[in-house]
């Protein structure tokens, strides 16, 4: 049974409106800090036709504070105990959304700890939600000086 060009179209179309239709968020910044220092953590995320509110959150570990670094395009970054949120208005009309923000690590932190962040928006009136990949960051009292091939 030949294959048939609109079938293709069709199942392109379906894909890219499924790839397209949601914002994917980026989290990115070093993987690994020393103890008393801290990590630079930046958000991109395209706007994908979200207008209004927007509020991206995340947790950190006990002890840890944030420092907002710039604010390209979010209105404010807070902390209330161990929750952070980066809170959008207004979401400008940009291609790109981006914010990065310093996280301060303790002295006594050790091991390794996952920022898991979502991203809440309204489209069409509809309240929608999007998770970020997690981002792991190690604990080292020294830095690996490895390249990465």
């Not at 570990?61 to 902390?79: F, G, K, M, Y």
């Not at 923000?101 to 309204?122: D, H, M, R, V």
Request: proline residues 6%; charged residues 20%.
């Amino acid at each position: 049974m030949p294959f048939k060009f609109s079938s293709l179209l069709v199942i392109l179309l379906i894909g890219s409106e499924a790839l397209w239709g949601q914002p994917h968020l980026i989290l990115d910044g070093t993987h690994q800090a020393r103890p008393g220092y801290g990590t630079l953590l930046t958000l991109k995320f395209p706007r994908n036709g979200i207008k209004g509110v927007a509020r991206f959150s995340h947790n950190l570990p006990e002890d840890w504070t944030v420092q907002a670094l710039t604010r390209e395009s979010s209105n404010t970054i807070s902390q209330e105990g161990n929750k952070v949120r980066i809170l959008w208005l207004s979401v400008p009309l940009i291609d790109t959304l981006r914010c990065s923000w310093f996280i301060k690590i303790p002295e006594t932190a050790s091991g390794s700890f996952e920022i898991n962040g979502k991203l809440n928006y309204f489209e069409n009136g509809i309240q929608k939600e999007e998770k970020a990949e997690p981002f792991p960051i190690k604990i080292n009292k020294y830095y690996s000086r490895t390249i990465a091939q």
